[in-house]
């Protein structure tokens, strides 16, 4: 199965909000949220963090060390 | 009763029940007044509960009566944000969403005060859903700052700073997922902490972010925190607190700043977005530190971006996975800025929220790396002053420029303390954070400093 090229960030925000089931927004918060969209797209590690670092979905605070 | 009760600090209302030099029912009428008379230019409160609080305080003084008095809070007036369930009230997050929301069940921090014959006096204002706001466009109008009725008193916890600035309670509950009791606590000159995550339960607690959420006490003083604190927390984590029960909770607060080694995240406070007043006052507060007797000393994490970025992917991720349902269905009943921000995690992606959990638990192990050898670590709350609230683009600018997120990130506690004012009069706070569970060395921190600066009896004009 060929997976067909990448979707233009255009249609990718158009896409996530119909998933969303987010329709009939007005133009002010479609425009609010593209910003949005636009500024945290592809989140990126800070420098230094391994990208095999154990995900932590259930956070434990980590013990102080003596 | 001697004086005026509003200021009245949560020690000195204990020492008042328990001497029997006042009453429970003296206390709560005259906040009552002071509610009456003053929050109408504030809208602290969503819903004053005048006549169950009464009840409560005619048993609490009955009890005492008969000499079964229970501890620091038996008797005090509280306040809880409009986020925590009592029973047989409203829990509506300050939103048209959950408007006529009755609960039927006590949330556990309400039922731990219950039984510590606390009074809650009423509900608290706060941004919608505690993301939301300063909102004009909900049921209920946004809370404003006593120090000055035009700006942003802070949120999401709006009302609770409010109504502790003003004199109208002694502690307030708040919840803090990326900084809202930290961030009233700084804009209403008052102390308000973060505790270490899960410390304080938030069963009863309407969630924004499952994994950043926190909950915990705003009061007029860091002692009154620190009795609040040991009040709220679970039983099971007191003994890794450190924390024990009566007036002074937590052993060795009192011991002073001699002898601490202090870290200070000096790079989270200057940049160019950085207001020159806040930036002076918190190195005025260092050096302060530093003439106490702490050893102080600069430390380097990650730029605080890399902190803020991965908390605002989860926080809006998650909290779009609790209003998913509405936003389809109401989104029209949300006000504009809650609906925009909660909808935003529609647009983050699975493999986004993962990343963000994995940099959080390398930013977590980063900081408290750093932290080796400190016992606390000192940074700016607010990195500018609070927006006027009918500028919408203002409010809009300043929202996040705050060094609280990294906190709720790393899950450790963190406390904001009043340590001046603008030449505008308008509070300014310093953060003092903790390791995990090292909530006992931030009060002794803060309450030394908070000695050394001697602004507890400054309160808004006019209250």
Request: aromatic share 6%; charged share 20%.
């Amino acid at each position: 199965m060929s997976a067909g090229p990448d979707p233009t960030p255009e249609q990718d925000f158009h896409a996530r909000l119909a998933t969303a089931g987010l329709t009939g927004l007005s133009a002010s918060d479609l425009a609010w949220l593209r910003a949005a969209y636009d500024k945290g797209r592809g989140y990126q590690l800070p420098p230094g963090c391994p990208p095999t670092t154990q995900p932590a979905p259930v956070f434990v605070p980590i013990a102080r060390e003596e | 009763m001697m004086g005026d009760p509003g200021f009245f600090t949560l020690s000195e209302c204990a020492r008042l029940l328990r001497g029997r030099e006042s009453s429970s029912v003296e206390l709560t009428t005259a906040l009552l007044e002071r509610i009456a008379r003053l929050d109408g230019e504030l809208n602290a409160f969503l819903l004053v509960t005048a006549d169950t609080a009464l009840a409560a305080a005619r048993q609490a003084d009955a009890e005492i009566a008969r000499g079964n008095y229970r501890g620091a809070m038996h008797g005090v007036p509280y306040a809880a944000k409009d986020i925590f369930d009592v029973a047989g009230l409203p829990t509506t997050c300050h939103s048209k969403i959950l408007e006529g929301n009755i609960v039927s069940a006590n949330a556990a921090v309400i039922t731990r005060l219950n039984e510590a014959g606390a009074v809650l006096i009423g509900k608290t204002s706060l941004h919608e859903f505690a993301t939301g706001g300063p909102s004009l466009d909900l049921p209920w109008p946004p809370a404003r700052n006593p120090w000055n009725r035009e700006v942003h008193p802070g949120g999401s916890s709006s009302g609770s700073g409010a109504a502790l600035a003003a004199g109208l309670v002694p502690l307030a509950l708040g919840t803090d997922t990326g900084g809202s009791i930290r961030h009233p606590a700084t804009a209403c000159g008052v102390v308000g902490i973060k505790p270490t995550y899960n410390a304080v339960s938030l069963q009863g607690v309407f969630p924004l972010s499952f994994s950043l959420d926190h909950a915990g006490p705003l009061t007029r003083t860091v002692a009154d925190n620190a009795i609040a604190l040991a009040h709220l927390i679970e039983p099971e984590v007191a003994s890794r607190m450190n924390c024990g029960v009566g007036d002074t909770p937590f052993a060795d607060i009192g011991d002073g700043l001699a002898g601490m080694t202090v870290g200070v995240l000096d790079e989270f406070y200057s940049g160019a977005d950085v207001d020159p007043e806040i930036a002076a006052c918190i190195d005025a507060a260092v050096k302060c530190i530093a003439s106490l007797g702490a050893v102080v000393k600069p430390l380097r994490v990650s730029p605080m971006s890399a902190y803020n970025t991965c908390g605002r992917v989860l926080l809006q991720a998650e909290s779009h996975a609790v209003h998913a349902d509405w936003l389809r269905a109401r989104h029209a009943d949300y006000g504009e800025r809650g609906r925009r921000r909660l909808m935003a995690g529609a647009l983050i992606s699975s493999t986004d929220y993962v990343k963000a959990q994995q940099a959080r638990a390398y930013l977590a192990r980063e900081l408290a790396y750093a932290m080796r050898g400190c016992d606390v670590v000192v940074t700016a709350s607010s990195l500018v002053f609070p927006a006027r609230i009918a500028d919408a683009a203002e409010v809009e600018r300043t929202y996040d420029k705050a060094a609280r997120m990294p906190f709720n990130v790393s899950g450790t506690p963190a406390l904001s303390l009043p340590i001046g004012f603008s030449k505008a009069g308008l509070p300014i706070g310093l953060q003092i954070a903790g390791h995990a569970w090292g909530e006992a060395q931030v009060y002794r921190a803060a309450l030394a400093l908070e000695g050394a600066l001697g602004l507890i009896d400054k309160h808004p004009p006019g209250f």
